[in-house]
T-cell receptor, first 110, second 114 residues
Framework: QKEVEQDPGPLSVPEGAIVSLNCTYS??????FMWYRQYSRKGPELLMY????GNKEDGRFTAQVDKSSKYISLFIRDSQPSDSATYLC??????????FGSGTRLSIRP | ETGVTQTPRHLVMGMTNKKSLKCEQH?????MYWYKQSAKKPLELMFV???????ENNSVPSRFSPECPNSSHLFLHLHTLQPEDSALYLC?????????????FGAGSRLTVL
């Protein structure tokens, strides 16, 4: 079993839709949860960072962590074509070893 | 220059060649990383340098040889690679702190091994 599972997509939705991206994980020791966004021909950039369970909101983006279910989500409201990218979930319990999901490719249709 | 800069952006090499990838960070961070990104696979951590000392080496074949001459520069020396080594090689940096390190990535070096 992989430590982090992420549906690779691709996921295609119309502009303005609410997008839900998800990851599941197996290691209950993970405490820090991140979402990175990677545009084509670019490196990943940090989008959201949360510690432990709960929700965190930043503009149109909401990150949700459910440690009891070992499940994390990223919601994008009012999706825009500029949100088209690959989204990587990542998590860790130590300062150096970050475990990444394989990424979900998202396309927003104008 | 700002952030993390990687050169070259694209590299094509034969299996008998020797080449190097270069990474430079302008953020004052004290840790640098090499990751390998292959299609539909999670990012694979290859090497970690903290304060210029290698602190992690994830069973990477010896045909990949890292070098960190100072806290701002990181190299990945490549020799006698295999076609399956074709991938995007990402450099990242971070400032070590309690909790999770937030990584800043470069744009990557796309490597093709013929």
């Amino acid at each position: 079993q992989k430590e982090v599972e992420q549906d690779p997509g691709p996921l295609s939705v119309p502009e303005g839709a609410i997008v839900s991206l998800n990851c599941t994980y197996s290691n209950s020791a993970f405490q820090y949860f991140m979402w990175y966004r990677q545009y084509s021909r670019k490196g990943p950039e940090l989008l959201m960072y949360t510690y432990s369970s709960g929700n965190k909101e930043d503009g149109r983006f909401t990150a949700q962590v459910d440690k009891s279910s070992k499940y994390i989500s990223l919601f994008i409201r009012d999706s825009q074509p500029s949100d088209s990218a690959t989204y990587l979930c990542a998590m860790t319990f130590s300062a150096s070893k970050i475990i990444f999901g394989s990424g979900t490719r998202l396309s927003i249709r104008p | 220059e700002t952030g993390v800069t990687q050169t070259p952006r694209h590299l094509v090499m034969g299996m008998t060649n020797k080449k190097s990838l270069k990474c430079e960070q302008h953020l004052g961070h004290n840790a640098m990383y090499w990751y390998k990104q292959s299609a539909k696979k999670p990012l694979e951590l290859m090497f970690v340098y903290s304060l210029e000392e290698r602190v992690e080496n994830n069973s990477v074949p010896s045909r990949f040889s890292p070098e960190c001459p100072n806290s701002s520069h990181l190299f990945l020396h490549l020799h006698t690679l295999q076609p399956e080594d074709s991938a995007l090689y990402l450099c990242a940096s971070s400032q070590t702190s309690p909790g999770a390190n937030v990584l800043t990535f470069g744009a990557g070096s796309r490597l093709t091994v013929l």
